[in-house]
């Protein structure tokens, strides 16, 4: 395993818990005096990522920050949770919309004002400049996001 975690963590799925998990990134990034701009974006999807496991989710959540120590650079971060078959297939496609967008800003733009979802994974896309990825085992999914031009084989 290239990387070293950062966090494992297993949350209930609160809405509380979202901003709290959001400020530990946020100053433990800051500590290990990781590249401000990583350090910014990892929180953000952290942030959205989190966000979306807790309403849509059922059950406990994980999340997953993985850093490269030595570049001072977040590599991945994974959040993974159980849901619904249907929204399994929400979440593929949403993600899918989002990776395969030209424009990362212009499908976040064009997602705002909408209610049918989507738009915190595209403003992860465009504002974090991460790239998505969904995997899913049974009803359980993962979401990643990575820095673009980045690996997540970790």
């Not at 952290?46 to 977040?74: Q, S, W």
């Not at 297939?89 to 733009?109: E, I």
């Amino acid at each position: 395993m290239s990387g070293h975690v950062l966090f494992d963590l297993a949350l209930l799925p609160r809405w509380e818990v979202i901003s709290e998990v959001r400020r530990l990134v946020s100053r433990a990034l800051e500590r290990l005096e990781i590249e401000p701009d990583h350090a910014y974006c990892a929180s953000l999807a952290t942030h959205e990522l989190l966000e979306n496991a807790v309403k849509y989710g059922k059950g406990e959540v994980r999340v997953r920050i993985v850093l490269d120590p030595k570049e001072r650079t977040v590599k991945r971060v994974d959040v993974e949770n159980w849901t619904t078959r249907a929204q399994v297939q929400r979440l593929k496609r949403a993600v899918g919309d989002v990776a395969t967008a030209q424009n990362a800003m212009r499908k976040y733009t064009s997602l705002m004002g909408r209610s049918n979802g989507g738009l915190g994974l595209a403003r992860v896309a465009a504002e974090g400049e991460m790239s998505l990825l969904c995997r899913v085992r049974a009803n359980r999914v993962a979401v990643s996001a990575v820095p673009t031009g980045g690996s997540a084989d970790v």
